[in-house]
Nanobody, 116 residues
Framework: QVQLVQSRGGLVQAGGSLRLSCAASGGVFSINSMGWYRQGPGKQRELVAT???????NYADSVKGRFTISRDNAKNSVYLQMNGLKPEDTAVYYC??????????WGQGTQVTVSS
């Protein structure tokens, strides 16, 4: 079993920055890719960014050029640096890990609110 613990989110003004972190424990050797998803008010959960164990990244079009995902395999952690935040980035952000057996694990979620 993999456990994911996320850092706190926060309230930030439009144009500001915020960094999220997520630490994995438990069956970390089974983790393949890690990533971030978000769920805005009244919306479905959507992909934000993913990163493989080899460092290959993938971003949603809406965050390209503003968000950066990174990973520290030694610390079993994944990070999301969010710059140029917009009100539409307001959501609950979830850390995700996918095992080599294609099993999904989720963090507890953290609220990010961007004020205009």
């Amino acid at each position: 079993q993999v456990q994911l613990v996320q850092s706190r989110g926060g309230l930030v003004q439009a144009g500001g920055s915020l960094r999220l972190s997520c630490a994995a424990s438990g069956g970390v050797f089974s983790i393949n890719s890690m990533g971030w998803y978000r769920q805005g008010p009244g919306k479905q959960r959507e992909l934000v960014a993913t990163i493989t164990s080899g460092g290959i990244t993938n971003y949603a079009d809406s965050v390209k050029g503003r968000f950066t995902i990174s990973r520290d395999n030694a610390k079993n952690s994944v990070y999301l640096q969010m710059n140029g935040l917009k009100p539409e980035d307001t959501a609950v952000y979830y850390c995700n890990a996918v095992s080599i057996h294609s099993r999904n694990y989720w963090g507890q979620g953290t609220q990010v609110t961007v004020s205009s």
